[in-house]
T-cell receptor, first 113, second 114 residues
Framework: DAKTTQPNSMESNEEEPVHLPCNHS???????IHWYRQLPSQGPEYVIH???SNVNNRMASLAIAEDRKSSTLILHRATLRDAAVYYC??????????????FGTGTRLTIIP | NAGVTQTPKFQVLKTGQSMTLQCAQD?????MYWYRQDPGMGLRLIYY???????DKGEVPNGYNVSRLNKREFSLRLESAAPSQTSVYFC?????????????FGQGTRLTVV
């Protein structure tokens, strides 16, 4: 399975943009890039996903490098509520032997008031 | 819309006791997953069910069994609990195993084995 690498922790000031990086140098051409976050004492929640093009939704933006070997989750204006562990994972497109949904250790984001 | 519901939310077991963690989803999803999360750690996949009628081992299946009771329900059983199984357990579901579908998680079951 293709692996992802994320920094263990990051800090950001409240009301400033946050850029969370993820490296996935062994990504296959058809793997989807997913981001989830886990708030304290809660289950993970979906944030965003993409394949090749940059993606935006109400929560965040996903910027995908042209070679797809890295991606960046962008929180445009961090709030205290965004303090969480952020997971970057890869999901293959088919279900032939690739049904697993596996997570790494993620990046713990701390927001400074 | 309840999403993914886990019961119980908290449980304390004595070593050697058995119990079943329940998970149900109301989104008509085909795929369901069980994870454990130890303090300060990431999620580790225990078992998953890509579709009704199938189950497969994940990264850490030893000491656990699962049952995909129907499309809605996926239970996790500890036959003889051990202190090493003290953890928070999360259930998740996706519409299907394909890469472009998002996963929905329950709120977790906090299990302590003494």
């Amino acid at each position: 399975d293709a692996k992802t690498t994320q920094p263990n922790s990051m800090e950001s000031n409240e009301e400033e943009p946050v850029h969370l990086p993820c490296n996935h140098s062994t990504i296959s051409g058809t793997d989807y890039i997913h981001w989830y976050r886990q708030l304290p004492s809660q289950g993970p929640e979906y944030v965003i996903h993409g394949l090749t093009s940059n993606v935006n939704n109400r929560m965040a933006s996903l910027a995908i490098a042209e070679d797809r070997k890295s991606s960046t989750l962008i929180l445009h204006r961090a709030t205290l509520r965004d303090a969480a562990v952020y997971y970057c994972i890869l999901r293959p497109p088919t279900n032939f032997g690739n049904e697993k949904l596996t997570f790494g250790t993620g990046t713990r984001l701390t927001i400074i008031p | 819309n309840a999403g993914v519901t886990q019961t119980p939310k908290f449980q304390v077991l004595k070593t050697g006791q058995s119990m079943t963690l329940q998970c149900a989803q109301d989104m008509n999803h085909n795929s369901m997953y069980w994870y454990r999360q130890d303090p300060g750690m990431g999620l580790r996949l225990i078992y998953y069910s890509a579709s009704e009628g199938t189950t497969d081992k994940g990264e850490v299946p030893n000491g656990y069994n699962v049952s995909r009771l129907n499309k809605r329900e996926f239970s996790l059983r500890l036959e003889s609990a051990a202190p090493s199984q003290t953890s928070v357990y999360f259930c998740a579901s996706t519409l299907n195993p394909l890469g472009n579908t998002e996963a929905f998680f329950g709120q977790g079951t906090r299990l302590t084995v003494v």
